[in-house]
């Protein structure tokens, strides 16, 4: 039997008295679109933290092709909510700093980026500084340098969100384009009509707990109904609680995710040498 990609076995996340999640257990193959489906508070970007090793839950584990997925970063990408990227860079030194962090020869990078900046309309762009660029364009400029290394599964917090209708319908045509190629990515978001047209698999969260988890005819067919939205909200009856990441201060989880995306940790020559540029962070 295959080793799954991502095993996630009896997983629960607490923030001092409040749990974020509660006994998660997941398992996800390759080559699949896979939507994470909830309200704000639900739990879905504390497990995406946790997935991408940031965190780790306070029970259970997370194993990425059977091992520890805090050994196998290099094998993920990120693209969190908020972009954090370096302003007085150009787009393409921001990717690139962050391929050469993971050992990403310049050259292998480049082609790689190239190949998606084409379909992203972005390439024209990638010379110019992420100062001024709009939501759209930083978005984009985050979905390459999430894939500059040639990661196996890319985790998407909202991807879309902000975005005009151009744009985040182009973000969804390579998170297509990317699952034709045999990727694997997790896809977050609020929007259950965004999920049923790009994700094969849908996993409803809420208030920390898996509701269901099947593709959209799956899901219909377990709770009666004929559309996905009465599907969702026989499923999410409960009242929906607070968001229960604001139990941990929003500048600490900040850090955690710019740690992932530059692989550095304080007091590291790299970290020193770039914690000094300004970073935007999509306010």
């Not at 962050?98 to 050992?103: D, E, N, W």
Request: charged share 25%; proline share 3%; aromatic share 6%.
């Amino acid at each position: 039997m295959n080793t799954p990609l991502l095993s996630i076995s009896g997983v629960a996340k607490r923030f001092g008295e409040v749990e974020a999640l509660t006994h998660v257990d997941l398992t996800i193959n390759s080559g699949q679109v896979i939507g994470l489906v909830g309200g704000n508070g639900a739990g879905k970007t504390t497990l995406l933290r946790l997935i991408a090793g940031v965190m780790e839950p306070t029970v259970g584990t997370i194993l990425f092709e059977g091992k520890q997925v805090s050994t196998m970063r290099s094998k993920l990408g990120v693209v969190p909510e908020s972009t954090g990227l370096y302003s007085r860079l150009t787009a393409w030194e921001n990717i690139r700093y962050h391929s050469r962090m993971y050992g990403i020869p310049d050259d292998i990078a480049w082609n790689r980026v190239s190949h998606f900046a084409k379909r992203l309309e972005l390439t024209e762009s990638l010379s110019r500084h992420t100062k001024g660029f709009s939501r759209g364009m930083r978005q984009k400029t985050a979905l390459l340098r999430a894939l500059a290394h040639g990661p196996d599964i890319l985790l998407l917090d909202e991807p879309t969100a902000g975005l005009d209708v151009t744009s985040a319908r182009t973000v969804r045509s390579l998170v297509g384009q990317l699952r034709d190629e045999g990727g694997t990515v997790i896809y977050s978001t609020h929007h259950l009509a965004e999920a049923q047209q790009v994700c094969d698999r849908i996993i409803i969260v809420h208030n920390g707990t898996i509701r269901a988890d099947g593709s959209p005819e799956e899901l219909l067919e377990l709770t009666g109904q004929e559309n996905l939205e009465e599907a969702y909200v026989s499923l999410t009856s409960d009242k929906s609680r607070a968001r229960a990441e604001d139990a941990a201060k929003d500048g600490k989880m900040s850090k955690w995710w710019r740690r992932f995306l530059t692989g550095s940790t304080p007091g590291d020559k790299y970290s020193s040498r770039m914690t000094s540029m300004e970073v935007d962070d999509d306010e």
